[in-house]
């Protein structure tokens, strides 16, 4: 209720039009963390926001050393398909698919000190990953340039017409061997400075804040709007913290164990009910956790559930329940797109993943045995289990003395016995074990002896 709460009234902020009338509308957002999923789902929802706003003007307050290219792409093609102007602000560092994301952009604007460029994929471990890749990165980042056209200069009677972003220099951000005459050797991947930026007419200007920004751009008597991030932006970075994500499988593993080791169905099952919704739910907004991850862990749950309460001894479906559960949880953390770079570092990511996934899982496993030994015979909580002994010298007995009568008896198989089933006497129903081979419904059969609460038959 309090999850809900917090969502519904963050989702039902006002989102109306300042009350300022006549000053341009300036929407402002951050990308100040890595590039990755929460990144791309932000950057929608402001887009999205100051469209219905009708701002004037979007300015993304940049700061980040990179993250995912395919993340770093979506956002690209949204700003350059944008029907407001859109300005950066690099205050610090605009790298990798920062860099991309900033020449996206219509202007750009740095802080002394600030960098941008260094555009070389790499995969989890740094490496860089095969060329082909590279060249993929290296268009991308040369077609954004391009997008912004040319510039015609008229300089005393010379007439100029020069990139408005120089593609080449975009291109040597991602090519080492590339070379640039005047701005970068061969062998050397460009990273440009703020003063560089300037000089070679890849930045507008060089501001300390979004006010000098918004001076230098010629934009006056301005009104600005912030993203400010809702309680669901709130709640799904919370919920996505590996510390919590361990948590939740804990308490999925947990309540499982105490729901088997209670009747009926109760509290545990409703715990790990819920955590399994909290676990699932994020991954699948951030575009994680895929539908056929879900499904398995869903599947490996029955599986185990049939193994335990149908399917005698524990065989093909336990386990399979067990690797499907396991399957689930793990790749539900991987990132569906890790797999399209080669090299050690997609099974890097999934080895991380399962290893959290397992040893979550182990340590909920004892803390579930430990916890119930300590939950059931402490005094505070010794009404939840029943520890009366009924003593046999009291006149208390463990089986029906009834049935020991039958011995020596004859019967009809009111079921059939593989090798367990019931068996009528006298017109009573009996619990009742062959004890040779399998006897069919409806055949004779004779009680040769009662132990342990079971009687024994043959077939007559």
Known sequence: MLLLSLIFSANSTNNDVPESIGKPLVYVFDIKT???????????????????????????????????????????????????????FIDNQAISAGALI?????????????????????????????????????????ATAEAHGKDTIIEGNDTIIRWHRDP????????????????????????LTAEEAVRLHFAEGIAENIPEVLKLAGITEYQIKRYEPSGTDAIIGFLLSPIIQSLLIMAIVGGIYFELQTPGIGFPLAVAVLAALLYFAPLYLEGLAQHWEMLAFIIGIVLIALEIFVVPGFGITGVSGIILVMLGLTMSLVDNVVFEFEGIGAFDKVFKAFFMVTASVFLSFILSIYISKKLFTSKTFKGLALDTVQNKDEGYIGIDLHQKEMVGKSGVAFTMLRPSGRVEIDGELFDAKAEVGYIDKGSKVKVIHDEAGQLYVIKI
């Not at 590039?35 to 940049?62: C, G």
């Not at 975009?170 to 050397?188: F, K, N």
Request: neutral net charge; charged residues 20%; hydrophobic residues 45%.
């Open 34 to 88: 890595e590039i990755a999923k929460p990144v791309w789902r932000i950057t929608q929802k402001a887009f999205d926001e100051a469209v219905s706003m009708r701002a004037n003007y979007i300015l993304i307050h940049m700061n980040t050393y990179g993250g995912m290219v395919n993340i770093a792409d979506s956002i690209r093609t949204k700003i350059l398909n944008s029907p407001i102007p859109v300005l950066v």
């Open 102 to 142: 900033s020449i996206a952009c219509d202007s750009i604007y740095m802080r002394l000190g600030g960098s941008i460029g260094a555009a070389t994929v790499v995969n989890q471990t740094g490496e860089q990953v095969p060329d082909k890749y590279q060249s993929f990165m290296r268009s991308t980042m040369r």
């Open 168 to 191: 080449k220099i975009a291109e040597a951000m991602v090519d080492p061997v590339l070379e640039v005459e005047g701005v970068v050797d061969s062998g050397q991947v460009l990273t």
